[in-house]
């Protein structure tokens, strides 16, 4: 079993940065990728962005190319989403993902609010 737990969310104005931070603990010898989800109020949760643990490749939605830079400290087992220029758009739950294998996400963490005020 693998544990996440997501922080570093908050109320923050258009405009500004936030990061937030993903640490993983348990079994994580057998991660290969983590990712960032989120979801709106009345939406569906989308894709942000993911990063294999081994490599460091990234991909990221277009809804935040350029924005959104993810990252990851293998030392420490975490993950982070370095988030710039936010829009009010960018207001949801954040969620941390982390799979063995593709195409599922067999981890999540609780969540992170992260609000964007205009």
């Known amino acids: 079993q693998v544990q996440l737990v997501e922080s570093g969310g908050g109320l923050v104005q258009a405009g500004d940065s936030l990061r937030l931070a993903c640490a993983a603990s348990?079994?994580?010898?057998?991660?290969?990728?983590m990712a960032w989800f989120r979801q709106a109020p009345g939406k569906e949760r989308e894709f942000v962005a993911r990063?294999?643990?081994?490599?460091?490749?990234?991909t990221y939605a277009d809804s935040v190319k350029g924005r959104f830079t993810i990252s990851r400290d293998n030392a420490k087992n975490t993950v982070y989403l370095q988030m710039n220029s936010l829009k009010p758009e960018d207001t949801a739950v954040y969620y941390c993902?982390?799979?063995?294998?593709?195409?599922?996400?067999?981890?999540w963490g609780q969540g992170t609010q992260v609000t964007v005020s205009s």
């Open positions: 348990g079994r994580t010898f057998s991660l290969a990728t």
């Open positions: 990063i294999t643990l081994i490599g460091g490749t990234t």
């Open positions: 993902a982390a799979r063995v294998r593709i195409p599922e996400y067999d981890y």
